[in-house]
Every structure is written in C-alpha cells, then in structure tokens.
C-alpha cells in the first residue's frame, strides 16, 4: 500500500470516528481493543491505528441505532432469543 493510500484510508476513518459522540467513546475504545487484539498479528502496525478507529466509528455508530431505536430485524430475534 502506498503512502497515499495509507493516507487516504487514514482521512476516511478520521471522518468516520468523528461521530464517536463522548457518551460511547469509551465503550467503542475498549470493545475495539478487544476486537482488534486478535488482528494486530496479522496486519501491518502501520495500520493498527486506523483498524481500530474504524472499529470504534462502527461500534459506537452501532450503539447510537441501539440507543436511537433503530434496530434490524436479526438483533430483534437475538434479543427475544436470549429474554
């Protein structure tokens, strides 16, 4: 990957963890560093940075729909699974 790449990805994330609001930042910070562990093995550490903030961006996007209400039908039928 060439640098312009690596910076053009690194540009996308930064935008994509801009909604990480503060309520979820640490609960994203912490679920994505569980994630990630698993993977930093197996990618460039050039890279870890960015990995992770992009499991950040999702996870706390994730707990914004769950929070906003906004759930799909699959995490519907999990949750009346597990009750």
Same mark, same amino acid.
């Given at each position: 990957m060439s640098d312009d790449q690596k910076e053009e990805l690194r540009s996308l994330v930064s935008h994509l963890g801009a909604s990480v609001r503060e309520t979820h930042y640490r609960s994203a910070y912490g679920a994505a560093a569980n994630i990630c562990s698993g993977i930093f093995d197996t990618i460039p550490e050039a890279l870890h940075d960015v990995v992770h903030q992009a499991v950040m961006a999702g996870? @706390? @996007? @994730?707990l914004s729909d769950m929070e906003e209400g906004r759930l799909d039908d699959q995490v !519907?039928? !999990?949750?009346?699974?597990i009750e």
């Open positions: 996870y @706390a @996007a @994730a !519907r039928e !999990r949750s009346e699974i």
